[in-house]
């Protein structure tokens, strides 16, 4: 089957809203917000990578892969690593989403994986695309667990390898039926726990992640962290923490005085945010969705955002469990990087050098 997905983040775009998306907030110095997490302790590289997920088959202690854009299977996210030369141990997959029987019949997107030796990233949706973030409650209430337990049944059944699940992921955007807020804040995580829990009763291997949007302020903040600290759903349901990051608004740079502001935004929260986060907690770093970005304010082809997002992730080696680079070549992202479609041969040059 033919893949129709698209990232949450890329149909932000494609609906034609801001990438950061507006929001009104009080603004907090990132320098002082973050500064609490700083003194975590620091693992040695590849520490969390290895405790959640094993040995990572790439050449990096994380784990490294792609969403390849186009058809998803496992002889496309197999040749991702041939492409760049070195082995690509992480893939991402999407179920159909419009009705919760959809979501709960949706077994190609993992069958399609099954020889693929490596991390299955699968993007769990707390609710059906047709819902509204009201519908919350009656997640939270248990109605729909019979779903959750039977997707987390077929990542045990139908995957060999070890499954990330992506639960509830870029609620502090609007783009999601799911979408959070301050005010409804409760309701989310009510609603992510009770199908976390479900979902790691049925099948306990599941390593479950709680990942934001990277440069999205969530309506109604106070402090330019509360997309983490009012929406974080607790330590004993999450594993991971992360967040979707592309090369574009107050999270892109094509220079150093952008990358500094980039890491920590003043109105949202950041990369750097993210694995301070994770090691306050104790909890693996993922990013598992970033890539470069044409769209509205994208920087396009940019070696630089590619050098020192490698950079960035080899000094965060301790916390970093996985990544992979979100290829799409459709209008209007037009970020692809290998040989199927070859749209930025600069970054993808480093790419495959770092790589």
């Not at 890329?10 to 603004?27: D, I, K, R």
């Not at 041939?82 to 893939?91: F, L, N, Q, Y």
């Not at 962290?225 to 090369?247: A, E, I, M, R």
């Not at 000094?315 to 990087?337: G, I, Q, R, T």
Request: glycine fraction near 8%; proline fraction near 6%; charge should be positive.
């Amino acid at each position: 089957m033919q893949n129709i997905v698209v990232s949450a983040a890329v149909a932000l775009v494609l609906a034609g809203a801001p990438a950061a998306q507006a929001a009104t907030m009080s603004a907090v110095t990132p320098t002082n917000a973050g500064a609490g997490y700083l003194a975590a302790t620091r693992r040695p590289p590849g520490y969390q990578a290895k405790r959640y997920l094993g040995t990572s088959r790439s050449v990096h202690p994380w784990h490294s892969g792609a969403w390849t854009g186009g058809w998803m299977s496992d002889t496309r996210a197999t040749k991702w690593g041939t492409w760049r030369g070195t082995p690509s141990d992480a893939a991402m997959t999407f179920p159909e989403k419009r009705t919760w029987a959809a979501i709960s019949n949706s077994t190609w997107h993992i069958d399609t994986y099954r020889n693929f030796r490596g991390t299955l990233v699968y993007g769990m949706p707390l609710m059906p695309s047709t819902n509204k973030p009201v519908h919350l409650k009656s997640v939270a209430a248990g109605r729909h667990d019979a779903v959750f337990r039977k997707v987390a049944r077929d990542l045990r059944t139908r995957y060999k390898g070890k499954t990330v699940v992506r639960l509830g992921w870029e609620a502090n955007g609007n783009w999601m039926s799911y979408s959070a807020t301050a005010k409804n804040a409760g309701d989310y995580r009510a609603a992510y726990r009770r199908a976390a829990k479900v979902m790691k009763k049925e099948n306990p291997s599941i390593v479950m992640s709680f990942d934001i949007n990277c440069g999205t302020p969530l309506t109604g903040q106070r402090s330019r962290l509360d997309s983490l600290t009012k929406l974080y759903p607790g330590d004993d349901v999450v594993d991971l923490v992360g967040c979707s990051w592309y090369d574009w608004d107050v999270i892109g740079a094509k220079n150093e005085r952008q990358w500094r502001s980039a890491l920590q935004p003043r109105y949202a929260v950041g990369p750097a945010d993210i694995t301070n986060f994770a090691r306050a907690h104790n909890k693996g770093a993922s990013f598992p969705e970033w890539g470069l970005a044409h769209a509205w304010d994208g920087n396009g082809d940019n070696p630089f955002f590619m050098t020192k997002v490698k950079q960035f992730f080899t000094a965060n080696a301790d916390v970093l469990v996985l990544e992979c680079y979100f290829n799409v070549p459709e209008k209007p992202m037009l970020n692809s990087l290998w040989s199927e479609a070859p749209q930025n041969p600069k970054a993808a040059a480093v790419y495959r050098r770092l790589w």
